[in-house]
């Protein structure tokens, strides 16, 4: 008998976390343990680095899948749940090569800390990466001494352009989708895969998974789903997939848990 007999997957900014707002509401930590008492798992997946993003659901640590880094690095109870997808170090250093070249900053998510070039310091020292003391700065890439899951490109200007470039460059063998006004992410893996590979570990069917995002970097899970569900607050460009839409994550998930 599965230990499981459903799950819930959740992004975190625009979805559990509405835009604007930084803490996670007390209603969703006391939907995760509801769920859970009725056989319900819930896995946070995110594009953000797994120390910035574990804080945040400190209440529910040890309850719930974390998926960071979008699938790249996948947690349950402090341990790697699936090994690591990485970025090949000859392929990242191209990219961080490229972005750098074309005025972006790239931000290279490892398995220990956030590496961001010392040149671009300046520029992201107020954006809260280094406040939280898992940022590192290097000077030349031989510097990293890490495993790299994901790359970000911040782009304060040309992003269309510079996401065109790096999608005709790299998307034969990376996922590469926007997350937010300035940001893509350039990965080896994505939610979607995540969600299957979670699922098949708790051997939780794909059809009794419920997914819920906001962004082009969701669109993977919210198809790899039993049933995606799009957030109220989507960007436009997402109306064209047919995903039911959510105004309300909690009630709907409420409601979810209690017809089953």
Known sequence: ????????????????????????SPSFFSL??????RGFLFCISSGRFHLSLIPLFEQVEDEVVFSASNGCRILYQGQELIPNHTIHASDAKQITDFLLDQGAIPLLSGKNAIHLPSASLVQEQNKGYLAKGFTRTFEAFSDIDDEILQITGVCRQNKQDILVQSRRKWEDSYH???????????????????LVAVSSHFGIPIEQTYAFGDDENDISMLKAAGKGYLMGGAHENLEKHAFEHCH?????????????
């Open 1 to 24: 008998m599965n230990r499981y007999k459903g799950m819930f997957v959740c992004d975190v900014d625009g979805t559990i976390l509405p835009h604007g707002q930084r803490e996670v």
């Open 32 to 37: 995760v343990h509801e769920a859970k008492e």
């Open 176 to 194: 590469v989708a926007t997350t937010g006004k300035e940001l893509f992410d350039i990965c080896p893996t994505s939610k979607g895969d995540s």
């Open 248 to 260: 309300d994550l909690v009630s709907t998930v409420h409601a979810i848990v209690l017809s089953q």
